[in-house]
């Protein structure tokens, strides 16, 4: 700790007296600076403790001189007496008073270099006691950073060694570590200053605390916010600089891990996807020692691309990672166990539509797969969260059927029978449909319509000359009865 005023005049052997100001005594002096001269604002940096013997002082000048030095920012004034001045005039300790600059009597035994000695030892012992503050901190630091604290054993760290709290923030001013814990609010009273902070360092206020807010050096761009009541000292700011140091490295380490985690992770699934499924399972044993068992559901997800992304971002930070794989554009998920934290996800994020597959073994992961895809479109046009591929199927085949190229081929096989209709010669739509509807059963149906059977037949036999498809074949007939599902509303 600095040598203060205080400090300076109790020290016995030097004989100080205090005669002014003595409410400034706690102020810290940065050096000794003994000159005459009247004016010596150009030489002095501030928290300097002058000293002086008056030379060129009276009654008359010594006022506007302690004013020069209060705008100087000097700590104090030692004023020799038993020289050019038995005491110290009175004029000078008035505005000294009146001033708040303390003024500390020099007796003539006590010479100035006796003074400029007492406060160089105390500033070299201060200098060391920091330097070996910041020495013992950075080690500190260090060994947290390495060892298996992580990012938030360094916050955790560092928010003792300055005795204040300490926040870490991502680059959209989310707080990802935090100590103490309580101390995260404070992130909601520095909003504005963070949109202001590019890059570099910021000084602001929070509640009571001067704060310091720091940018990390990562492509993350995080924020490192130092709380403390009293501003940091010099060792305080060594030991700020070097957590910005060690959480940078220590972040962008886990970015390129996770990252290589993810593509790795992907890669496993694009496996699964193409069928490749031992040397996937394989590589899963080889990795996390073994192959959770099955069966997987399968999730696939479709959706903006940037919010597929933060699907994929916020499956890294919140979900396990040797249990969630996606696919390298993150259109679908293997959630091993883990589909209600996935579907959460998927909610939270917004924009996004998933289909969720039947539980398949790791052999009928393609096949599971299929069915997720197919469930995520049918949410996607239903405009909503979440299709399961058990209840989209329960609805029937034509579910499962692509909307448009069904028309298509509804129009294209139906059309020459309804151009004979709206000829007026003949109804082969309705005759067709009620048929089939009996299954081909020539009195049920010729009943149905009020025909007699062969007018029936004759209508049939026409269908088959007007579409060159045989309607004793299963097939032809399962072709017309999609036909005349797809588009109802036109029969």
């Given at each position: ?150 990012p938030g054993g360094v916050v955790r760290k560092l928010a003792k060694l300055v005795d204040g709290w300490v926040l870490l923030l991502d680059s959209a001013g989310a707080v990802t570590e935090a100590s103490p814990a309580s101390a995260r609010h404070f992130a909601d009273e520095m909003r504005e200053d963070l949109v202001r902070l590019r890059a570099g360092t910021l000084v602001t206020v929070a509640g009571e605390d001067e704060v310091v807010l720091q940018t990390l050096d990562t492509r ?20 700020v600089n070097t957590a910005v140091s060690l959480l940078s490295l220590a972040l962008e380490q886990n970015r390129e891990h996770s990252g290589a985690l993810r593509r790795l992770r992907s890669g496993l699934c694009e496996l699964l996807a193409a069928g490749h499924t031992e040397l996937a399972t394989r590589t899963m044993k080889t990795l996390w020692g073994g192959v959770p068992e099955g069966p997987w559901p399968v999730l696939a997800v479709t959706g903006p691309a940037g919010a597929r ?183």
């Amino acid at each position: 700790m600095a040598l203060t005023l205080r400090a300076l005049a109790a020290e016995r052997p030097l004989g100080l007296r205090v005669r002014a100001a003595e409410s400034g005594l706690d102020r810290p002096i940065g050096w000794v600076h003994p000159t005459e001269l009247t004016d010596p604002q150009a030489f002095l940096e501030g928290g300097e403790l002058l000293l002086t013997t008056g030379l060129a002082l009276d009654e008359t000048t010594s006022p506007a001189y302690l004013r020069r030095l209060v705008d100087a920012g000097v700590a104090g004034l030692g004023f020799g007496v038993g020289l050019s001045h038995e005491t110290i005039p009175r004029s000078l300790v008035e505005t000294a008073e009146e001033v708040g600059l303390p003024v500390l009597e020099v007796p003539r035994k006590t010479p100035f270099i006796a003074i400029t000695r007492a406060v160089s030892r105390a500033v070299a012992a201060d200098e060391y006691a920091s330097l070996v503050r910041t020495g013992k901190g950075q080690q500190e630091l260090t060994r947290t950073a390495v060892g298996k604290g992580g990012p938030g054993g360094v916050v955790r760290k560092l928010a003792k060694l300055v005795d204040g709290w300490v926040l870490l923030l991502d680059s959209a001013g989310a707080v990802t570590e935090a100590s103490p814990a309580s101390a995260r609010h404070f992130a909601d009273e520095m909003r504005e200053d963070l949109v202001r902070l590019r890059a570099g360092t910021l000084v602001t206020v929070a509640g009571e605390d001067e704060v310091v807010l720091q940018t990390l050096d990562t492509r993350a761009r995080g924020v490192l916010a130092v709380g403390t009541r009293e501003p940091l000292d010099a060792a305080g700011q060594h030991i700020v600089n070097t957590a910005v140091s060690l959480l940078s490295l220590a972040l962008e380490q886990n970015r390129e891990h996770s990252g290589a985690l993810r593509r790795l992770r992907s890669g496993l699934c694009e496996l699964l996807a193409a069928g490749h499924t031992e040397l996937a399972t394989r590589t899963m044993k080889t990795l996390w020692g073994g192959v959770p068992e099955g069966p997987w559901p399968v999730l696939a997800v479709t959706g903006p691309a940037g919010a597929r992304r933060s699907l994929a971002d916020a499956l890294d930070a919140e979900v396990a990672g040797e249990k969630v794989f996606f696919g390298e554009s993150g259109a679908f998920v293997l959630a091993l166990g883990e589909v209600e934290a996935v579907l959460r996800l998927v909610s939270r994020i917004g924009g996004l539509h998933a289909g969720l597959a039947e539980p398949v073994s790791t052999v009928d992961f393609p096949a599971g797969l299929r069915q997720a895809k197919q469930a995520a479109e049918a949410a996607k046009a239903e405009r909503t969260e979440l299709v399961r591929f058990a209840e989209h199927a329960g609805r029937g085949f034509l579910e499962l059927v692509d909307c448009q190229a069904a028309q298509a081929f509804a129009d294209s096989l139906l059309a020459p029978l309804r151009h004979h209709d709206e000829t007026g010669r003949g109804e082969l739509v309705a005759s067709l449909r009620c048929w089939l509807e009996h299954h081909g059963h020539w009195d049920l149906a010729s009943a149905r319509l009020g025909v007699h059977r062969h007018t029936l037949r004759n209508r049939m036999r026409k269908v088959a000359d007007l579409t060159g498809r045989d309607l004793d074949s299963p097939g032809v007939r399962a072709e017309f009865w999609l036909a005349l599902q797809v588009s109802p509303q036109r029969t």
